[in-house]
Structures are given as C-alpha cells and as structure tokens.
C-alpha cells in the first residue's frame, strides 16, 4: 500500500515543506478569526517540517524517519487535518475549518498516491 503511488518521493518530500510553510503562514493570511486555529495551524506547521526534515529520504535533512513510518504518520497527521476544527472547538471559524477540511482531504490524497520507499542508496 505504502509502496505503490505514482509521486516520488523528492515530489512529497518538497511538497511536505510546502505543506509546513502553509500552515504556519495560512493564519495569518486569511485572517483565521479563532486564536486556537491560529495555534493547531502553526503548531501542526511545525510538526510537518519536522517530519519533512527528518525522514530518510533526499529531501531530509536528518535522516532518521523510515519512509513507511513517515507514510504512516502522513496518515495520522492529514486525518487530524480534516477533524481538527471539531476536536478543538473551531468549527465556528468557517474559514479556518475550510482552510483544515480542505488541506487534509488533499493532503489525504496525495499521501495515498506517494511511494514511501527510500529513493536514495543509503537510506534507511
């Protein structure tokens, strides 16, 4: 499952940088009424680039993280996306619950569609 996608992954590892610069900057830019959102945000922003730079592949800089485990942590990680306005009391903020919804059911997509192998020789 974790083996089969079509995205390398140099393309996930970039767009997980990306992904972690959105979410800390989104905030800010559309104007999230909610202070909590505003925090999920930038703290899962965090996180991601944290994982980004921390699995065992190219675009790690830190190469800890086997590339199934980051694939599974993507699963977690993207499904808390999605239920976050409601777990944290947000759901009020529709912009901010869009902005959530939005980016985990994509964010959903694109792991399922990603190879977590090692594309480097001596990766873990």
Wanted: no cysteine.
């Amino acid at each position: 499952m974790l083996t089969k996608g079509p995205i390398a992954p140099s393309v996930h590892g970039l767009l997980d940088y990306v992904l972690g610069a959105v979410l800390i900057l989104a905030p800010f830019i559309l104007g999230f009424d909610s202070d909590t959102a505003k925090t999920v945000s930038v703290v899962a922003g965090i996180a991601e680039l944290g994982v980004a730079m921390t699995t065992a592949w190219s675009r790690g800089v830190i190469k800890v993280i086997p590339p199934a485990v980051h694939g599974v942590i993507d699963y977690v990680f993207v499904v808390t996306l999605i239920l976050a306005p409601f777990i944290f009391r947000f759901d009020d903020d529709g912009t901010a619950t869009a902005f959530f919804v939005i980016l985990g059911v994509g964010g959903l997509g694109l792991v399922a569609a990603t190879r977590f192998v090692p594309d480097e020789p001596d990766a873990v």
